[in-house]
């Protein structure tokens, strides 16, 4: 790396302020002193522009994330692009980037930075979610299929245009590198949690009422599962009476999960709230009686690997997890409570010992935080640097 702070672009098609990952990376960066902008969605309420702790926030289009149909998600995931490759273009014409760091989805978001690579600057696609896999569990499409086979050819150009990928987890790794890009020019940053942030909640803010909170804080789609978690409380509430369902979050399946609670008579024992803030979701999280993430193992949710996990485990709470091939690949009875996926039944069995046995949580809480520890950005953070100052190193841009 040159002795002079770096500029940076990140570019997402997500609400930069609710993106663990993108905001890690970009304080990360900004910390030390590099000049960071943003390029992202703006939620209502947001100005499109602004500087929060010396990074340029650029948002750039408003979204809700309901869209059920596979052209209208195309469509506003197309004026996203256009949108940002003007302004990219913009900008570095105005101060020439040392790096672009392009989240996706879309796969092909990464070609908005077209300009920035032709005048030198280095190119990173974070892959955080593989497109064919994901296309394929969101609109029942078999991996198969034509339109799938197109999206693996897409991801093999991009990550060609990329100087290097990221991936986010290490199962993805072993797919991507055996179908699109070589193991040399591939590096796997799992979504590790940030201590500053997710850490046990203060003695003098624990629940002063007497309700046990069950927490599911994130994206509501089917391959979350939430729905098996609702039935599974529902089946088993009578033997929880101080026990409430929170669900923080939306998407697609929203409306779905809704009814369903009205359906099983959950109205006061299920709530449903918005998403919030990084920050306050902590707070949410460090206060629950326990979380849980109920993904299905059919299709994408089987090697989506969800960062709550380590974030209640930071949070010294007992988590319940369904045993997906990514979950039993980085976990084990000893740090989260398993329930086989898919399965009512499972999962409200541990739902139960979980509530009545408290006390022998403990000691897997212990272990799980110390876990957390280990696989924090606090620690593991250095990989990342390290990455952006290798490539920059390697391409030696010029002083604009």
Not at 345 to 367: E, F, G, P
Request: glycine fraction near 6%.
């Amino acid at each position: 790396m040159s002795d002079r702070p770096l500029h940076v672009c990140h570019i997402a098609y997500t609400f930069y302020d609710r993106d663990n990952r993108v905001m890690r990376y970009v304080q990360t960066l900004a910390a030390r002193g590099d000049q960071v902008d943003v390029i992202s969605l703006r939620a209502y309420g947001q100005r499109w522009r602004e500087t929060v702790n010396g990074v340029s926030l650029y948002r750039v289009q408003r979204r809700a994330t309901t869209e059920k149909r596979p052209w209208t998600y195309l469509l506003k995931i197309a004026w996203f692009w256009l949108k940002s490759m003007m302004l990219t273009t913009g900008l570095q014409l105005r101060g020439r980037y040392d790096l672009v760091h392009v989240h996706n989805i879309p796969d092909f978001l990464v070609f908005v930075a077209w300009l920035p690579k032709l005048m030198g600057a280095r190119l990173i696609l974070d892959i955080h979610d593989l497109v064919p896999e994901l296309y394929a569990g969101k609109f029942n499409r078999s991996l198969s299929a034509a339109v799938i086979r197109v999206l693996i050819v897409l991801e093999r150009a991009c990550a060609s245009f990329a100087d290097h990928v990221i991936v986010s987890n290490h199962l993805w790794h072993d797919r991507l590198t055996s179908r699109s890009v070589a193991a040399s020019k591939c590096t796997t940053i799992v979504n590790y949690p940030d201590l500053d942030l997710f850490k046990p909640c203060p003695a003098e803010k624990t629940r002063t009422d007497s309700r046990f909170v069950i927490l599911y804080p994130g994206s509501l789609n089917h391959h979350q599962g939430v729905d098996i978690a609702v039935r599974a409380f529902a089946s088993v509430r009578d033997g929880m009476p101080d026990a409430v369902f929170h669900i923080y979050g939306n998407g697609p399946a929203l409306g779905g999960l809704i009814g369903l609670a009205r359906e099983l008579g959950l109205d006061g024992r299920v709530a449903f709230m918005e998403r919030t803030s990084v920050a306050r979701i902590a707070e949410v999280m460090a206060a629950a009686g326990v979380g849980i993430v109920p993904k299905r193992s059919d299709g994408f949710g089987n090697e989506a690997f969800s960062t709550k996990i380590l974030e209640f485990m930071a949070c010294a709470v007992p988590v319940i997890v369904s045993r997906t091939r990514i979950d039993d690949f980085y976990f084990n009875d000893a740090l989260v409570n398993f329930f086989e996926p898919g399965s009512v039944s499972s999962c409200a069995d541990v739902l139960l010992r979980t509530y009545r046995h408290r006390a022998d949580q403990r000691a897997k809480v212990v272990a799980a935080r110390e876990f957390a520890m280990r696989y924090s950005w606090q620690v593991r953070s250095a990989d990342y640097v390290s990455l952006v100052d290798s490539l920059v190193t390697r391409a030696a841009p010029s002083e604009a």
